[in-house]
């Protein structure tokens, strides 16, 4: 059978999404974006194992999508169900049961992914992170992790006051009524004095690099794309650039060089990924340091300040161009 589909696996809300659906659709190649929220209240799925054959489909009112003319998955942002209260307690119940189901399903696809959600899952270790970096050669800033304040102490001492501090996994809180952003953050001796919550919420705690950019490296299949984010020309963004998301801050393509632009490349294989956000420091004195890797992050909006042909590139790598 002749595998030809590209299978987008997302939700509603992802305008990232559209960036690909539209390149997709001006080279007229077959895909199905599948908003997996959809699932199970708007779209239906069955798989059959039988004694030599394995066959499914995903079906909503417009499209039947055959698992075995899939091509590709782009892995991208895809969420659990949506259902109605009526289901009471059962309601977390059917919501599981519905997405391991579909994950399963997705799963037995034989097929190219950007990237397998085994290998994205596997990449999302920050500590782990720095320790493979390290061993493939990158400089990583001087780092501790911990949930003792008096450890933190010392290395503020170590570091001469020179630390910031950020989540071991994830930034973002949700709450009951409201969610917000841990951004990575300075320490002051302030701080020092009021640290015994550590204890429940372990840390990360690094050295302050000095900065001359930050640089987003963006992975896609053997390509890289170097930029430079000018996160020190405003004051709230000198610590973590993400944090004015209201402040247009310059960014312009960037010369990696060439030993550095493979150590990514082996970095995101290392992984098994065929998509990396790879957050660098460029100091002043012209050294790079790893902080992190992002094995989904958001690209769009480089594309959008640079020019760039992310877009463009990760359709080529969907497809089998590159």
């Not at 990514?264 to 100091?283: E, H, M, N, P, S």
């Amino acid at each position: 059978m002749n595998k030809e589909l590209i299978l987008l696996l997302t939700n509603k809300e992802d305008l990232t999404a559209d960036f690909v659906v539209l390149e997709l659709q001006k080279r007229g190649i077959p895909y199905y974006r599948f908003n997996t929220e959809d699932f199970p209240t708007k779209v239906k799925a069955s798989i059959f194992f039988d004694v030599d054959t394995l066959h499914g489909y995903i079906e909503d009112e417009r499209h039947y999508i055959d698992m075995q003319k899939v091509k590709s998955i782009w892995y991208r942002r895809p969420k659990r169900a949506i259902l109605p209260e009526k289901f009471g307690d059962f309601k977390t119940f059917c919501i599981n049961e519905s997405w391991f189901f579909i994950r399963g399903f997705w799963e037995s696809i034989d097929c190219f992914w950007v990237s397998h959600p085994y290998s994205l899952e596997n990449a999302r270790s920050k500590i782990k992170q720095l320790q493979v970096a390290k061993e493939l050669g990158f400089d990583i800033p001087k780092t501790l992790i911990t949930n003792q304040p008096e450890e933190v102490r010392k290395f503020f001492d170590y570091l001469k006051g020179k630390m910031v501090v950020k989540p071991v996994k994830s930034g973002i809180v949700r709450g009951e009524n409201n969610e917000f952003v841990i951004h990575t953050s300075k320490v002051n001796e302030e701080h020092l004095l009021n640290l015994e919550d550590l204890r429940f919420a372990p840390s990360i705690f690094q050295e302050l690099l000095p900065k001359k950019y930050d640089i987003r490296v963006t992975v896609i299949g053997q390509n890289v794309f170097p930029v430079e984010i000018h996160s020190q020309d405003n004051p709230d963004a000198m610590i973590d650039w993400r944090k004015p998301q209201d402040v247009d801050l310059v960014h312009k393509s960037h010369h990696l060089p060439p030993l550095l632009a493979d150590k990514c490349l082996k970095l995101t294989r290392y992984y098994g990924l065929q998509f990396a956000a790879i957050d660098l420091v460029l100091t002043p004195d012209n050294q790079y340091y790893f902080l992190e890797i992002n094995p989904n992050g958001q690209w769009a909006w480089i594309q959008q300040k640079t020019g760039l042909p992310l877009t463009e590139r990760l359709v080529d790598l969907l497809t089998g161009v590159q």
